[in-house]
Nanobody, 123 residues
Framework: VQLQASGGGLAQPGGSLRLSCAAS????????MAWYRQAPGKQRELVAS???????DYADSVKGRFSISMDNAKKMMYLQMNRLKPEDTAVYYC??????????????????WGQGTLVTVSS
């Protein structure tokens, strides 16, 4: 199984970016997906999460600016980031709470991560 994040890049303050996360492999169920970020010298923090039923949660620092969505059928997750600020600069990672086949075994995991995509907000 794999989580592949994309869409990062350079944006100006006040600008927008849209991140995507593709989940692939022998997935059985995805219960929750989430975006985390890690800025240089800081700990990884939760940005936003979305459940299979569509419930969402956001860090206070991004409420009203970021929007998370998920396409269950395509096994895709998105993060629309608007009104970006320099403090949003970080590597953004996608995470899944899911079950999948590993060989003939069923694995339940919350500790699988994509490779990260760098978002830089600067003028």
């Amino acid at each position: 199984v794999q989580l592949q994040a994309s869409g990062g890049g350079l944006a100006q303050p006040g600008g927008s970016l849209r991140l995507s996360c593709a989940a692939s492999g022998r997935i059985i169920n995805i219960w929750t997906m989430a975006w985390y970020r890690q800025a240089p010298g800081k700990q990884r923090e939760l940005v936003a999460s979305i459940s299979r039923s569509g419930g969402t949660d956001y860090a206070d620092s991004v409420k009203g600016r970021f929007s998370i969505s998920m396409d269950n059928a395509k096994k895709m997750m998105y993060l629309q980031m608007n009104r970006l600020k320099p403090e949003d600069t970080a590597v953004y990672y996608c995470n899944a709470d899911w079950t999948y086949y590993e060989g003939s075994n069923i694995v339940a995991s919350k500790d699988d991560w994509g490779q990260g995509t760098l978002v830089t907000v600067s003028s």
